[in-house]
Nanobody, 121 residues
Framework: QVQLVESGGGSVQPGGSLRLSCAASGSIVSITTMEWYRQAPGKQREFVAA???????NYADSMKGRFTISRDNAKNTVYLQMNSLKAEDTALYSC???????????????WGQGTQVTVAS
């Protein structure tokens, strides 16, 4: 029905930058909130950033000033620009989107498989 596919991960040195993308496709009537989460090995998944369809954003405190979330509503795509990356940013980054599908009454969150980000010298 709905698929979310992340891309843009990779390996980068400390202080470097990466831009992640997450595209939603399938039978979608509309999308409200789109979010990024990450999970490092041995740790719980943590919230990174969120953006509403109107462009309002919210960030985890540790990402403020370094990460920027944005979206292209026409493309059902959310982006995460990550600057000044640190070793502790190494994780699997996943996106989620609250989607309304045809015939649905409520928005439901869908998840992608994630893209790996590794920060190491």
């Amino acid at each position: 029905q709905v698929q979310l596919v992340e891309s843009g991960g990779g390996s980068v040195q400390p202080g470097g930058s990466l831009r992640l993308s997450c595209a939603a496709s399938g039978s979608i009537v509309s999308i409200t909130t789109m979010e990024w989460y990450r999970q490092a090995p041995g740790k719980q998944r943590e919230f990174v950033a969120a953006i509403t369809s109107g462009g309002s954003t919210n960030y985890a405190d540790s990402m403020k000033g370094r990460f920027t979330i944005s979206r292209d509503n026409a493309k059902n795509t959310v982006y995460l620009q990550m600057n000044s990356l640190k070793a502790e940013d190494t994780a699997l980054y996943s996106c989620s989107a609250a989607c309304l599908v045809p015939g649905g009454l409520l928005y439901k969150f869908y998840w992608g498989q994630g893209t790996q980000v590794t920060v190491a010298s």
